[in-house]
Nanobody, 131 residues
Framework: QVQLQESGGGSVEAGGSLRLSCTISRHTWHDYCMGWFRQLPGKEREEVAVIYTSGSKFYGKSVEGRFTISQNNAKNTVYLQMNSLKPEDSGMYFC?????????????????????????WGQGTQVTVSS
């Protein structure tokens, strides 16, 4: 069973930075896709960023330009560097993984189903940004 372990959440003041990490284990994939999603208070789950082992990256509109997703394939780890954090970024952040990831059409225009492309999810890590 594929397992995901997130780390790096915490509390920070507005304008600050945090880096989340997610390590995937017990998989047999050669290529795969990993992503970050978040659940903000009172809102539906929202896509944050997705990265493929090929290097292709996609970002949610609310974080583009502030957050950066990266990966270390040798360590089976994906990172989310979050800069210029705002109080509205506060919430639970989840890591997800899949051998294929979202269909390309999910990234065209708005409203695509990014989350539906992932089979495995982590438990989440809390991010709190104070004003």
């Amino acid at each position: 069973q594929v397992q995901l372990q997130e780390s790096g959440g915490g509390s920070v003041e507005a304008g600050g930075s945090l880096r989340l990490s997610c390590t995937i284990s017990r998989h047999t994939w050669h290529d795969y896709c990993m992503g970050w999603f978040r659940q903000l208070p009172g809102k539906e789950r929202e896509e944050v960023a997705v990265i493929y082992t090929s290097g292709s990256k996609f970002y949610g509109k609310s974080v583009e330009g502030r957050f950066t997703i990266s990966q270390n394939n040798a360590k089976n780890t994906v990172y989310l560097q979050m800069n210029s954090l705002k109080p509205e970024d506060s919430g639970m952040y989840f890591c997800a993984a899949d051998s294929e990831g979202p269909a390309p059409s999910a990234f065209m225009g708005g409203g695509g189903d990014w989350a539906g492309g992932f089979s495995y999810w982590g438990q989440g890590t809390q991010v709190t940004v104070s004003s």
